[in-house]
């Protein structure tokens, strides 16, 4: 009887083993999957994307006010308490960070039909 538990115990462990193991191919496989269809993009270039969105945003004044939309409150010991905050300054953000990328990179439209051109 010890036997056959140990037996089934140590075949329920190898099989837990290779659930693991199998787990772990299908994650890698699944994320290569993921990104077969994906264009590709060099390193170097995508340095020049992140320095491009650091330098944009490093441009925008978060401190600015007017930025933001407030809505006030009554909270219940009579105290005036911001009750929301809406950041509306996003398109401010996007504009430089799209432009410095657009400044660095010489843009070709590929999304021309092909059969177009042919």
Partial sequence: MDNKKELLEATVKGLQDKLEQ???ELNVKTLELNNVSKPKLNQSTMDIIYDCVNDGISEFDFNDSGNYDFEYE????????????????ADYIA?????????????????????ETA
């Avoid at 009579?78 to 929301?84: D, E, I, L, P, Q």
């Avoid at 504009?95 to 059969?115: Q, S, W």
């Fill in 22 to 24: 199998l787990q772990t």
């Fill in 74 to 89: 009554i909270d219940y010991d009579g105290r005036v308490a911001t009750g929301n905050i809406d950041f509306n300054g």
């Fill in 95 to 115: 504009e430089p960070v799209l432009k410095l990328i657009e400044n660095r990179f010489n843009i070709i439209n590929d999304t021309e039909d092909e059969t």
